[in-house]
Nanobody
Framework: VQLQASGGGFVQAGGSLRLSCAAS????????MGWFRQGPGTERHFVAG???????HYADSVEDRFTTSRDDAENTEYLQMNSLKPDDTAVYYC???????????????????WGQGTQVTVSS
């Protein structure tokens, strides 16, 4: 599985961005897609997850501001980010994991393929 993330950029606080993650090589079902972010000198943290069933899960810090979705025809996942804050500044990664159970959805180690990351910078 190969993932290509795009859509990052520079935005003022309160603004919006939409990230895309184009996937190739996926087959079958029972996989999950995740979005993670990593700030300078920090660990990679869970942001949002989209299970194959269509259910979504979010970190508390982005709940009600971020929405993840997918377009099956385009093999692409999206992360719509609204009401952005300076604390959202980070490199954002999309990830693929096969057979990821719900209790492991937020775990970096559960994902086997990662996109290259896209920088999001939010100014105050």
């Amino acid at each position: 599985v190969q993932l290509q993330a795009s859509g990052g950029g520079f935005v003022q606080a309160g603004g919006s961005l939409r990230l895309s993650c184009a996937a190739s090589g996926r087959a079958g079902s029972s996989y999950a897609m995740g979005w993670f972010r990593q700030g300078p000198g920090t660990e990679r943290h869970f942001v949002a997850g989209l299970r194959y069933s269509g259910t979504t899960h979010y970190a508390d810090s982005v709940e009600d501001r971020f929405t993840t979705s997918r377009d099956d025809a385009e093999n692409t996942e999206y992360l719509q980010m609204n009401s952005l804050k300076p604390d959202d500044t980070a490199v954002y990664y999309c990830a693929y994991g096969r057979g990821v159970i719900l209790s492991n959805l937020r775990n970096v180690a559960a994902y086997s393929a990662w996109g290259q990351g896209t920088q999001v910078t939010v100014s105050s």
